[in-house]
């Protein structure tokens, strides 16, 4: 009795580390994917390409008022590029993001299959459905 406890107690501890360590890789791989998506590199690089197109914008802006070196038209167009690239960027990231929130989504909702399994099978073992009795034919 004393041995079955404690290898019951044994396969638990078992199941409860294999748990632990899924967690773990899952977690790593989170942070991973966080990384790609929006870590430091990424605010760093977004932060740069920003700073990139206000000074061109600006630049562009200042030239123009004060050396009229392009024609009005020709700085209105490139301006608009400027501006029409950067919105472009904005909706790449944005794509970036929308696709780790449904993974986010899809991996919760695949636990959620998964714990209902557990709860399924253990509610299973625990709550036995009670049998229906066979009708004796010779009575």
């Not at 430091?40 to 630049?59: A, P």
């Not at 029409?84 to 944005?94: A, E, F, P």
């Not at 780790?100 to 036995?128: C, G, Y």
């Amino acid at each position: 009795m004393i041995e079955s406890i404690k290898r019951h107690q044994d396969e638990s501890r078992e199941e409860l580390l294999a748990e632990i360590v899924e967690f773990e890789r899952e977690r790593e791989q989170l942070k991973e994917v966080l990384g790609r998506i929006g870590g430091r590199m990424f605010s760093k690089k977004d932060l740069w390409i920003n700073l990139l197109f206000l000074v061109l914008v600006l630049s562009l802006f200042i030239l123009e008022i004060t050396t009229h070196f392009l024609p009005s038209a020709v700085s209105l167009e490139i301006g608009i590029l400027l501006v029409s690239v950067k919105i472009i960027l904005m909706i790449h990231t944005q794509q970036k993001v929308n696709h780790f929130q449904f993974w986010i989504l899809n991996s919760i909702e695949f636990r959620m299959n998964d714990m209902a399994k557990r709860v399924r099978r253990i509610e299973k073992h625990t709550f036995p459905a009670a049998k229906p009795k066979k009708s004796d034919p010779d009575k």
